[in-house]
């Protein structure tokens, strides 16, 4: 169980999400952080990550590796399709 809320939890992963995110554009894309509950982390990507066949290895072995060791090891991450962003109780 993580012993932070999810507001306690939000700077930590933006800042997070900031340190990734130059790499991310580096390929043309980006990523937004759309909301953190119970700790997972809701993401969108952006831009040319969009249908990316590395979309998922970038999620896990990118973003959400830096937030594990960084944050706390039971974080996960799950991508919002766009449209998405009011519906996050039905992924994952």
């Not at 909301?35 to 040319?48: E, F, P, R, S, T």
């Not at 979309?55 to 799950?78: D, S, W």
């Amino acid at each position: 169980m993580i012993p932070f809320s999810d507001e306690e939890l939000k700077p930590a992963v933006i800042n997070v999400i900031d340190k990734v995110r130059p790499s991310i554009k580096l390929d043309g894309g980006d990523i937004e952080l759309i909301d953190v509950k119970g700790g997972v982390v809701y993401v969108q990507l952006q831009g040319a990550c969009v249908g990316c066949g590395s979309a998922g290895t970038t999620l896990k072995f990118g973003v959400e590796r830096q937030l594990k060791t960084l944050i706390h090891p039971e974080i996960t991450v799950i991508n919002v399709p766009k449209g998405w962003e009011d519906k996050l109780d039905q992924l994952g």
